[in-house]
Structures are given as structure tokens and as C-alpha cells.
């Protein structure tokens, strides 16, 4: 009996003790802060980064090594990830701090994950993220810091920066997010495919027609001409499409319900394509790494994505992802990169491009004494002269003294990716960074039911508009 | 001492006001707010409410004429199907054979069991391979048996049975197991007695294991039917944002779908009720259909 008693007062015990636990999250953290600054005598991390800001000397003689979580977009098959992966030990080793890296591949659902960790109070402490308007509910919310607040106890902090190419928070005008490297849109080719479909890689002046006419080629030899999941990624053919109906000037510029033509003309012609059988059998069903397999596999000719695409067709062309050694350069030669067809207003040579990306520092590792050193030390690092190049590559980037490119150091890829961006007549942003959250979702996860007819693409616009117009 | 302690029902009280609180913090107070919020305009997650829908019934009226939820609703009893059918039928058939073998018994179980152990994002990320339109290893077996073209086993029509093959496949074991212990509780001497009686395996099987185990396979049959309307990761993980044409949504996932994909918190909320009157509903009448009977019952 008395084993029983015993038994049920120390299970009544936990209980009680868990309930306590959970709801002293907020005075164990205080423990962790107050214990933090003590032991934090070991390593002067101020004096180790490469970075110039001057901090306060109390702060850095204080400052040792601390963990900072850290969330990026250089995961998977970004182009960057091995690069940033480099960057983070050299940082660590220099300066003895340590990170939690919690990056992961750049599409909807990190995007969400990243919005729902500030929502609930588990942000990371540096955040490399968009500056549109992905990141406006942090920004409203007051969760990270702006660049000035930052340079008012760290001067230099981004001073190597042309301010004028940060981007300006949509939310306050303010700049928020330190650059790294910009990007662009464009279409890749397997020219393996093009050759045995009779076809000649596109050039600077390649018209819609003239993408209609290779894609039937394509298709007659027997391969798939695009490789796009439209039932998970959509978004190049999204942003194209409806750059196609407008121009560089007006493209930025979200239409009302009643100047939704051109947004409407876009969806119906991803419909049109659709309809000849360009995309995959399985566009509807396959996730985006099935199509990027099938364009790497010399089975589809032509993909439209990102500059990060680079590293990872690269990727692809090793037989160890992780050993630029096993590269298979004859394989690499295959593919190239062009312009994405032009139509109307638009020449094939105004890409999607900009730098819609940036570092921040959150307000909770700002308001920690024994992190904000390190979280400034950090981005510093990151964004610093002579590490912003090994990312930005063939890509822009904000640096006012950026230094000479050395090709030498690149890639067949990096090398027809850097003649083709000498070709571009524009760089304008995407208007999806502008069109955020659930009004993309008629669009973007309705793309399936716009292109099979279930829902008309004027349906589905206008669905999309009016849940922008009414946030 | 002795039977005053049970006369003396203070000390219960002292020791279940713990379990109390614990299930009032965890459980009644979210549900509380769940219902709550389903009335309200909430765009964020965890974020406050911009004031009650217009009507306040709004997302309830919603859901009434939303197609997809109706989709969702067809393909959860579809699953609570599957599962009644292909988990707890196909376990009942396993048991019994591996009950009637003399050896190997132990090896059997374990390898059914197995699945169970293996992480269900983990079974998702393996069928998305089987099932692979490009070189998955279903399409290539076929590919060997002279079938010239691919077989989008995530297509349209199809992706529901191959959602359902791997969650069926997962849990079989689960109930196989519980219907083996069932099996091994009945005495040897009720077979033996129908041995000599000259009954068949299926005779003994149809007269003595079916009716002296009908209570564990009510069991099952309860278990399983809530365990399916609880399925998320696996079918989320093969077929996420209800892949394709939206045609694979479960009331989880779509309940997923409009809270973390489509930020429709408020609208997430009345679906999470919805479930939980489905759940409450349905336990109701499976408990009915396969309540469970003494044995002089049997």
C-alpha cells in the first residue's frame, strides 16, 4: 500500500511539475539570459570576426562563444549551400561561436514556416529571408530590426553596402534586410534534347511562336519540352506568363478586378501550353524535383527557375552531390541557359531579377545581451567584401565595391549564365513578392484546376484579387 | 486503517486534480479557443482575431457549400473503410494463419510489426520512390513485364488508392499482433475437443477462434476506425495540398492545408470542430455496431 502511495504522489508529482514547467517558459529563459553574460568571458568574439563594426567595448570584452540559430534559404539544391555551409564554419572557427543552422530549400511552405516561427515566439535569431511582402507581418509585428536601429549602436554595420540597392520594407519605407547576392529568372536547356529534336538553342530574340514551334519539335522526337510541376511549382511559369502580357514598366503594378486582363491572358495561356501537352504527363501530380530529375535526365528540354538552379544542376552532373571532384563536365557542357520567350511588350531579354533577399536580425537575439554581438558579427561576416562575391557569382549584388569577377573560378554553367546576363535589357522584381499569402492561392495551388478547366482563369484571378484588396 | 480508505474519497480528489488540470490546459482549453476562433477573422496563426466573420456562423456556412471539404469527408470514410477492411481484415487473416503454424510464429510477428516502428514521414518518403512515375520501382517492374508507357500512380483516379495502400499496409501489423494475443488467450482443449470431433481447420476456425475473439476484433474495429480519421503525415507526406487536382484531401489535411498553407486560421479552426463532431459521431456508432459482448453473450 505504502508502494502504491508513493507511486501515485510521484506521478501526481510530474504532473504538477509539468504543468509548472510549461508555464515558467518565460522565467527559465530569464535564467538562461542571466546565466549567459557570465559565462561569456572565454572568447572575444568582437576581436576575432572579420567584420568592422565597433561595438561597445563592455559588450565585446563580455561577448564568448554563443549558439545563434540561423535560417537561410541555402539548403538542398540551392546553388549556395555549400558555400554557405563553408562560410558558417569559417565564421565559428574565427570567432568561437557556434550555429544552429535550420535552413531548408526556398518555397511555399518555408515560407510559412518561417512566418508561423515568429508567430508563436520561435524565430531564429538571424534570418536570411524576402524583403517583399512575405515579410511584412514580422515587420509590422515589430519582430526584427531595422538597419538604422543597428547602426545606431554598430556604425559600420552594412557600410559596405550601396544603400540605394537595399530594398525598402513595403510595411514602414525602412530598409530591413542586409543583400546578399541577387538573382534572376531564366530558362535553362538540355541542349542534349534540343539536338536530337532538331532544335537550335534559343537566343536573345526567341518569341513565344518561335517556343511553340521547338516544343512541338520537342514532343515529335519523342521527349517532354518543359519540365514544370504545376501542381507544386508554378511560380516561373506564374511570373512569366503574366510579365508576357504586360511590360518591365507596368509589371510590378497589381491590377485591380477591372485591369485584370493581362493577369487573366497570362493563366489562360499557361492553359494553352498545357493543352498542347508541353508540360510533363505528370505535371499535375509530380513534385518540382521530379521535373528538375526529368530535365537533368535528358528527358524534357526546357526548365524555367532561378539563378539557384545553377548549383544545382551542377549538382546533379556529380555523382557525389557533396564532391565537386566527381563533377562530369561533359555532362555539365549539355546545358546552358537563355531568355524565356518573349511576347508583346516584353523582349526576351527583360528577365525577373533583383535582390529580394536579406539578412535580418531579430528583435529577440537583438534584445539579448549575449547574442547581439554575435548575431551582428554574424550578418557582418555574411555580407562582408569578400564574402558576398563567392555567392553573388553571376548574379548582382549590393556591395559599393564590388571586385572583378574571377570566371576562371566558374563553372561551364556560371560561365553561360554570366554571357547571357550581359544580354539583359531588365531586371524587374517579381510581382509575387508583392501578391502575398492566401491571394496567391487560387492561383498558385489552383494552377491544376485552372489549366484542366475546372476553374476559369478569370474565376481564379479575380478570386485572388479580391482577397488581396480585401486584406 | 484498513477499509477507511476507501470510505475516505479525499485523497482520489487530491490525486486527480493534477490529471485534471493537465487535461484542462492541453485539451479542453484549446478546444474551447478552436471553437471560439472558428468564429473569428484570423489571418495569422496565433495571432488575434480582427473581430467575429460576417455572419459570425460564416465559416460554418462555408464549409456547407465547400466542395473540397465534401472531398475530404469521402475520401476519410473511404479511408475508415480501408481501414476496417484492409488493416483489420487483413490482420484477422494473418493471425489465424500464423496462429495454425508451429514454427516461426515469433519471426512473423515481428516482421508485421515492423512497419509500426518506422516513422510515417519516413513510409511517405519510401512509397513516394515505389511509386515514382520516372524510375519508381513499381513502373520499372512493370517496364520489365513488357508495359511500354508510365503509370502515374499519382494521377487523377488513382492517387487514392495509392494514398491508402501504404497507411493500410503500416497499421496491419498493429492489429495483427493484438489478434495473435487473442488468438493464444483460447485453450487448446476447445481444439483438441473439435479434433476429435473431426471438425476442419475451418470449421475450428469459423466455430471456436472467430467467436471467442469477436470482442477483440470490436476492439480493433474501434481502434481503427478512429486511428483512420486521425491519419495525417503519411498522406500529407505522399500527396501534399491534396495532389492532385485536390482530390486526395482528408479532413487532417485539409484542416492543415487551410490553417498553415492557406492561412485561412479561422476557417482551420471550424474544420477542426467539424472533426471532432465526426469523430464524436462516428465513435458513437461504431461503439453500437461493435460493442463489445460478455462471453455467455457470444
Same mark, same amino acid.
Given at each position: 500500500?505504502?508502494?502504491?502511495?508513493?507511486?501515485?504522489?510521484?506521478?501526481?508529482?510530474?504532473?504538477?511539475?509539468?504543468? !509548472?514547467?510549461?508555464?515558467?517558459?518565460?522565467? !527559465?529563459?530569464?535564467?538562461?539570459?542571466?546565466?549567459?553574460?557570465?559565462?561569456?568571458?572565454?572568447?572575444?568574439?568582437?576581436?576575432?570576426?572579420?567584420?568592422? /563594426?565597433?561595438?561597445?567595448?563592455?559588450?565585446?570584452?563580455?561577448?564568448?562563444?554563443?549558439?545563434?540559430?540561423?535560417?537561410?534559404?541555402?539548403?538542398?539544391?540551392?546553388?549556395?549551400?555549400?558555400?554557405?555551409?563553408?562560410?558558417? %564554419?569559417?565564421?565559428?572557427?574565427?570567432?568561437?561561436?557556434?550555429?544552429? %543552422?535550420?535552413?531548408?530549400?526556398?518555397?511555399?511552405?518555408?515560407?510559412?514556416?518561417?512566418?508561423?516561427?515568429?508567430?508563436?515566439?520561435?524565430?531564429?535569431?538571424?534570418?536570411?529571408?524576402?524583403?517583399?511582402?512575405?515579410?511584412?507581418?514580422?515587420?509590422?509585428?515589430?519582430?526584427?530590426?531595422?538597419? @538604422?536601429?543597428?547602426?545606431?549602436?554598430?556604425?559600420?554595420?552594412?557600410?559596405?553596402?550601396?544603400?540605394?540597392? *537595399?530594398?525598402?520594407?513595403?510595411?514602414? &519605407?525602412?530598409?530591413?534586410?542586409?543583400?546578399?547576392?541577387?538573382?534572376?529568372?531564366?530558362?535553362?536547356?538540355?541542349?542534349?534534347?534540343?539536338?536530337?529534336?532538331?532544335?537550335?538553342?534559343?537566343?536573345?530574340?526567341?518569341?513565344? /511562336?518561335?517556343?511553340?514551334?521547338?516544343?512541338?519539335?520537342?514532343?515529335?522526337?519523342?521527349?517532354?519540352?518543359?519540365?514544370?510541376?504545376?501542381?507544386?511549382?508554378?511560380?516561373?511559369?506564374?511570373?512569366?506568363?503574366?510579365?508576357?502580357?504586360?511590360?518591365?514598366?507596368?509589371?510590378?503594378?497589381?491590377?485591380?478586378?477591372?485591369?485584370? =486582363?493581362?493577369?487573366?491572358?497570362?493563366?489562360?495561356?499557361?492553359?494553352?501550353?498545357?493543352?498542347? #501537352?508541353?508540360? +510533363?504527363?505528370?505535371?499535375?501530380?509530380?513534385?518540382? =524535383?521530379?521535373?528538375?530529375?526529368?530535365?537533368?535526365?535528358?528527358?524534357?528540354?526546357?526548365?524555367?527557375?532561378?539563378?539557384?538552379?545553377? #548549383?544545382?544542376?551542377?549538382?546533379?552532373?556529380?555523382? @557525389?552531390?557533396?564532391?565537386?571532384?566527381?563533377? =562530369?563536365?561533359?555532362?555539365?557542357?549539355?546545358?546552358?541557359?537563355?531568355?524565356?520567350?518573349?511576347?508583346?511588350?516584353?523582349?526576351?531579354?527583360?528577365?525577373? &531579377?533583383?535582390?529580394?533577399?536579406?539578412?535580418?536580425?531579430?528583435?529577440?537575439?537583438?534584445?539579448?545581451?549575449?547574442?547581439?554581438?554575435?548575431?551582428?558579427?554574424?550578418?557582418?561576416?555574411?555580407?562582408?567584401?569578400?564574402?558576398?562575391?563567392?555567392?553573388?557569382?553571376?548574379?548582382?549584388?549590393?556591395?559599393?565595391?564590388?571586385?572583378?569577377?574571377?570566371?576562371?573560378?566558374?563553372?561551364?554553367?556560371?560561365? $553561360?549564365?554570366?554571357?547571357?546576363?550581359?544580354?539583359?535589357?531588365?531586371?524587374?522584381?517579381?510581382?509575387?513578392?508583392?501578391?502575398?499569402?492566401?491571394?496567391?492561392?487560387?492561383?498558385? =495551388?489552383?494552377? +491544376? /484546376?485552372?489549366?484542366?478547366?475546372?476553374?476559369?482563369?478569370?474565376?481564379?484571378?479575380?478570386?485572388?484579387?479580391?482577397?488581396?484588396?480585401?486584406? | 486503517?484498513?477499509?477507511?480508505?476507501?470510505?475516505?474519497?479525499?485523497?482520489?480528489?487530491?490525486?486527480?486534480?493534477?490529471?485534471?488540470?493537465?487535461?484542462?490546459?492541453?485539451?479542453?482549453?484549446?478546444?474551447?479557443?478552436?471553437?471560439?476562433?472558428?468564429?473569428?477573422?484570423?489571418?495569422?496563426?496565433?495571432?488575434?482575431?480582427? #473581430?467575429?466573420? @460576417?455572419?459570425?456562423?460564416?465559416?460554418?456556412?462555408?464549409?456547407?457549400?465547400?466542395?473540397? *471539404?465534401?472531398?475530404?469527408?469521402?475520401?476519410?470514410?473511404?479511408?475508415?473503410?480501408?481501414?476496417?477492411?484492409?488493416?483489420?481484415?487483413?490482420?484477422?487473416?494473418?493471425?489465424?494463419?500464423?496462429?495454425?503454424?508451429?514454427?516461426?510464429?515469433?519471426?512473423?510477428?515481428?516482421?508485421?510489426?515492423?512497419?509500426?516502428?518506422?516513422?510515417?514521414?519516413?513510409?511517405?518518403?519510401?512509397?513516394?520512390?515505389?511509386?515514382?512515375?520516372?524510375?519508381?520501382?513499381?513502373?520499372?517492374?512493370?517496364?520489365?513485364?513488357?508495359?511500354?508507357?508510365?503509370? @502515374?500512380?499519382?494521377?487523377?483516379?488513382?492517387?487514392?488508392?495509392?494514398?491508402?495502400?501504404?497507411?493500410?499496409?503500416?497499421?496491419? &501489423?498493429?492489429?495483427?499482433?493484438?489478434?495473435?494475443?487473442?488468438?493464444?488467450?483460447?485453450?487448446?482443449?476447445?481444439?483438441?475437443?473439435?479434433? *476429435?470431433?473431426?471438425?476442419?481447420?475451418?470449421? $475450428?476456425?469459423?466455430?471456436?477462434?472467430?467467436?471467442?475473439?469477436?470482442?477483440?476484433?470490436?476492439?480493433?474495429?474501434?481502434?481503427?476506425?478512429?486511428?483512420?480519421?486521425?491519419?495525417?503525415?503519411?498522406?500529407?507526406?505522399?500527396?501534399? $495540398?491534396?495532389?492532385?487536382?485536390?482530390?486526395?484531401?482528408?479532413?487532417?489535411?485539409?484542416?492543415?492545408?487551410?490553417?498553415?498553407?492557406?492561412?485561412?486560421?479561422?476557417y482551420g479552426s471550424a474544420i477542426a470542430v467539424f472533426i471532432v463532431v465526426l469523430g464524436i459521431v462516428l465513435s458513437q456508432v461504431v461503439n453500437r455496431i461493435f460493442r463489445q459482448k460478455e462471453d455467455w453473450e457470444a
Open positions: 500500500m505504502k508502494r502504491k502511495r508513493l507511486l501515485s504522489t510521484i506521478l501526481a508529482g510530474v504532473m504538477v511539475l509539468s504543468l !509548472a514547467a510549461c508555464g515558467s517558459t518565460g522565467s !527559465a529563459d530569464k535564467g538562461t539570459e542571466a546565466a549567459a553574460p557570465a559565462a561569456q568571458t572565454e572568447t572575444p568574439a568582437k576581436e576575432e570576426t572579420p567584420a568592422k /563594426e565597433e561595438a561597445p567595448a563592455a559588450e565585446s570584452t563580455e561577448a564568448g562563444p554563443v549558439e545563434l540559430t540561423v535560417c537561410t534559404t541555402f539548403a538542398g539544391e540551392d546553388g549556395n549551400a555549400q558555400n554557405f555551409k563553408a562560410s558558417v %564554419d569559417a565564421w565559428c572557427a574565427q570567432t568561437g561561436n557556434s550555429v544552429a %543552422d535550420t535552413s531548408a530549400t526556398s518555397d511555399e511552405t518555408f515560407k510559412t514556416r518561417v512566418i508561423t516561427d515568429f508567430e508563436t515566439g520561435s524565430e531564429p535569431d538571424v534570418l536570411f529571408f524576402f524583403n517583399g511582402a512575405d515579410a511584412n507581418s514580422f515587420i509590422e509585428a515589430g519582430l526584427v530590426m531595422s538597419i @538604422d536601429e543597428i547602426r545606431a549602436s554598430y556604425p559600420d554595420f552594412a557600410s559596405n553596402m550601396n544603400d540605394d540597392l *537595399i530594398a525598402d520594407s513595403l510595411v514602414d &519605407g525602412k530598409k530591413y534586410a542586409v543583400p546578399v547576392n541577387g538573382y534572376w529568372e531564366a530558362m535553362f536547356v538540355n541542349e542534349e534534347v534540343l539536338q536530337a529534336a532538331g532544335v537550335a538553342t534559343p537566343g536573345a530574340d526567341y518569341t513565344m /511562336e518561335q517556343f511553340k514551334a521547338d516544343c512541338d519539335k520537342i514532343k515529335a522526337a519523342g521527349y517532354t519540352p518543359i519540365a514544370a510541376a504545376l501542381g507544386n511549382i508554378p511560380h516561373y511559369w506564374w511570373e512569366y506568363a503574366i510579365f508576357n502580357n504586360q511590360s518591365p514598366a507596368n509589371h510590378l503594378e497589381i491590377p485591380t478586378v477591372d485591369t485584370a =486582363d493581362s493577369w487573366i491572358a497570362g493563366m489562360n495561356d499557361i492553359k494553352a501550353l498545357y493543352e498542347a #501537352g508541353y508540360f +510533363p504527363e505528370n505535371t499535375l501530380s509530380a513534385t518540382d =524535383d521530379e521535373t528538375f530529375a526529368m530535365f537533368t535526365e535528358g528527358k524534357a528540354a526546357f526548365l524555367i527557375d532561378g539563378s539557384w538552379k545553377v #548549383g544545382g544542376i551542377v549538382n546533379a552532373c556529380q555523382s @557525389d552531390p557533396e564532391d565537386p571532384s566527381t563533377l =562530369d563536365q561533359n555532362k555539365l557542357d549539355h546545358f546552358n541557359v537563355t531568355y524565356v520567350p518573349g511576347q508583346g511588350s516584353r523582349k526576351a531579354t527583360d528577365l525577373i &531579377g533583383g535582390l529580394s533577399m536579406g539578412y535580418y536580425i531579430t528583435k529577440a537575439a537583438w534584445d539579448d545581451p549575449a547574442k547581439r554581438d554575435a548575431a551582428v558579427s554574424f550578418v557582418s561576416y555574411m555580407t562582408s567584401d569578400e564574402v558576398v562575391p563567392l555567392f553573388a557569382q553571376h548574379t548582382a549584388s549590393a556591395l559599393k565595391n564590388a571586385p572583378a569577377v574571377d570566371t576562371t573560378k566558374f563553372n561551364s554553367l556560371q560561365v $553561360k549564365a554570366m554571357a547571357m546576363m550581359s544580354d539583359v535589357t531588365s531586371l524587374t522584381g517579381a510581382v509575387q513578392d508583392l501578391f502575398m499569402g492566401d491571394c496567391r492561392i487560387s492561383t498558385f =495551388d489552383g494552377m +491544376p /484546376e485552372i489549366v484542366t478547366g475546372a476553374v476559369s482563369a478569370e474565376d481564379a484571378v479575380l478570386e485572388g484579387l479580391n482577397t488581396y484588396y480585401a486584406q | 486503517m484498513g477499509a477507511n480508505i476507501y470510505r475516505n474519497k479525499k485523497p482520489a480528489i487530491v490525486f486527480l486534480v493534477p490529471a485534471f488540470l493537465f487535461m484542462a490546459v492541453y485539451l479542453y482549453y484549446p478546444f474551447l479557443q478552436n471553437v471560439f476562433n472558428s468564429f473569428q477573422e484570423i489571418k495569422i496563426l496565433g495571432g488575434r482575431g480582427s #473581430g467575429l466573420t @460576417d455572419p459570425w456562423y460564416g465559416n460554418y456556412v462555408k464549409m456547407a457549400t465547400d466542395p473540397i *471539404i465534401r472531398t475530404a469527408l469521402k475520401n476519410t470514410l473511404l479511408m475508415i473503410a480501408a481501414t476496417l477492411v484492409g488493416q483489420v481484415g487483413i490482420a484477422i487473416v494473418l493471425a489465424i494463419m500464423v496462429d495454425n503454424i508451429r514454427i516461426g510464429k515469433t519471426f512473423y510477428r515481428t516482421v508485421f510489426f515492423f512497419p509500426i516502428v518506422v516513422s510515417a514521414t519516413a513510409l511517405g518518403l519510401l512509397f513516394n520512390l515505389i511509386f515514382l512515375y520516372d524510375k519508381g520501382m513499381l513502373n520499372q517492374i512493370l517496364e520489365k513485364f513488357g508495359k511500354t508507357t508510365l503509370t @502515374d500512380w499519382k494521377g487523377e483516379g488513382i492517387a487514392l488508392l495509392t494514398m491508402m495502400i501504404p497507411v493500410v499496409w503500416q497499421y496491419v &501489423g498493429f492489429y495483427f499482433v493484438i489478434l495473435v494475443t487473442g488468438l493464444n488467450n483460447i485453450d487448446d482443449s476447445l481444439y483438441e475437443a473439435a479434433y *476429435i470431433d473431426g471438425a476442419s481447420t475451418w470449421q $475450428k476456425i469459423r466455430y471456436i477462434s472467430l467467436p471467442l475473439i469477436r470482442n477483440v476484433i470490436c476492439t480493433c474495429c474501434v481502434l481503427g476506425v478512429t486511428g483512420a480519421l486521425k491519419v495525417f503525415d503519411l498522406p500529407w507526406t505522399m500527396f501534399p $495540398k491534396g495532389m492532385p487536382l485536390k482530390s486526395t484531401f482528408l479532413t487532417g489535411t485539409y484542416m492543415y492545408y487551410q490553417t498553415m498553407e492557406a492561412k485561412n486560421v479561422d
